[in-house]
């Protein structure tokens, strides 16, 4: 039966969503406050990871951000505020921090992103789309041998969950990306990764929404929610109403303001990255995380993206000169070659990912409100993740049985 349904949020995930409930059939309206042309879906490293499998909840990672506080150069930058929801994500993030939460996660993250990753090819395919998508691999550039010896663990434990690594040395990386000078130590390099161009693929998932009959709505923002006998009537912009059988919730870092709104508490922080693009010929031919660093490196489609950091410090788009320095530097010394100029840097832009305490998304309806599914908290892995949590909403609107299970993203679990 086709129903009217609405999606809070049009980056990545609400576009996927809005893909598979139309092509389900149902009638669809996306509603953003944006102008939908900037943000995490746009300025990410472009990445389709299944190899990052480890969830940003991990043993020692609590202890380092304790230690990186004091530090505004660190990968990952937690800054402290006395607000209440702020203090029981940390608390929920720390008890999260655990072998236990690896072991739970690997598997849950591993699954949804090897699924996403495929989709992007399937929908290419089948929509004849031309964004940019290059199944070259990814490497873990690392300078330390203890970074090093850390990351093959990392791969050993991909191998076994069916994922393609290899350890590359310091001769063997040369050979690899052999147009640049390299300072490093060795690599490990995924062949199960894929790459693209987010803006690409952005502008003509638009693009076909729109010709299909999708109604997407920019520049409204969602102030008011009317819920009767814990089912959602209405939702209310600054100048209309709308009505649906259905709601969505895809607003990334903003899902928990709103669901606040139906007296449902979900644990969300915005984590800001940035991004800084380069437009001249470097000679950077692979996709790279340069390890310790965190910085991503990416060859895409007519410019060269340099990505990084992990800034918990409320919703703003503030950009921090230091933070963009700092990357820039991880890159200069990464590859020896590259100076980013004073032009590249100022043109820096941050996004804000919308982070969960255990590092695994939510997705699904949250017990507490009967026409609400929730979709966010997918941290760095949205761009992996959202054409499989666009396909697993549309599945769960449609009464069907998902494409895998969902426990593990439920939107009412504890931690």
């Known amino acids: 039966m086709s129903k009217k349904v609405i999606i809070i949020g049009g980056g990545i ?10 092509k389900a059939g149902h009638h669809v309206t996306v509603i ?14 472009g990445y389709l990871a299944p190899s990052h499998i480890i969830p940003l909840a991990a043993p020692g990672v609590m202890k380092k951000g304790l230690k990186w506080m004091f530090n505004p150069t660190s990968p990952l930058f937690i800054k402290p505020r006395f607000n209440s929801d702020f203090l029981r994500w ?3 993030f720390n008890k999260s921090c655990s072998v236990k939460n690896v072991a739970r996660g690997i ?8 699924l996403g990753r495929d989709l992007y090819s399937e929908i290419k395919s089948e929509e004849k789309f031309t964004f940019h998508l290059e199944k070259k691999g990814l490497l873990m550039i690392c300078q330390t041998e203890k970074m090093l010896e850390e990351e093959i663990r990392v791969s050993q434990i991909a191998t076994k969950e069916g994922l393609s690594a290899q350890v590359l040395t310091k001769e063997q990386l040369k050979q690899v990306e052999s ?3 390299l300072q490093s130590n060795g690599a490990v390099r995924y062949d199960c990764d894929w790459h693209t161009t987010p803006q690409t693929f952005m502008t003509e998932m638009k693009t076909f929404l729109e010709s299909s009959g999708v109604t997407i709505l920019k520049n409204e923002k969602v102030t008011d929610i009317t819920i009767k006998n814990n089912t959602i009537h209405s939702v209310t912009t600054a100048t209309k109403s709308y009505v649906a059988d259905e709601f969505i919730m895809t607003a990334g870092s903003w899902s928990s303001k709103l669901c606040k709104k ?3 508490n979900i644990l969300l922080e915005a984590g800001k990255g940035y991004c800084i693009n380069s437009q001249r010929e470097l000679g950077v031919t692979m996709p790279a995380i340069l390890a310790e660093a965190k910085v991503a490196v990416t060859p895409m489609q007519g410019f060269t993206r340099f990505a990084g950091t992990m800034e918990i410090a409320g919703i703003n788009h503030t950009i921090n000169k230091v933070r963009v ?14 100076q980013l100029s004073t032009t590249e840097k100022e043109t820096a832009v941050s996004g804000l990912r919308p982070v969960s305490p255990d590092g695994l998304p939510y997705i699904g309806r949250s017990t507490k409100c009967t026409n609400l599914t929730i979709a966010t908290g997918h941290a760095m892995m949205g761009w992996t993740m959202g054409t499989a949590t666009g396909k697993l909403v549309s599945e769960i609107i449609t009464d069907q049985k998902p494409s895998l299970s969902l426990d593990a993203y439920h939107p009412d679990r504890r931690f």
């Open 262 to 264: 139906l007296g449902i």
């Open 107 to 114: 598997t849950a993250i591993k699954d949804i992103a090897v």
């Open 179 to 181: 147009a640049i000078q």
């Open 13 to 22: 995930v609400g576009l996927c969503t809005a893909y598979y409930l139309h």
């Open 325 to 338: 320095e700092t990357i820039a530097n991880a890159v200069k010394q990464y590859y020896p070659s590259i």
């Open 32 to 45: 953003d406050q944006s102008t939908m042309d900037f943000g995490a879906s746009y300025i990410n490293a």
């Open 90 to 92: 940390v608390w929920a």
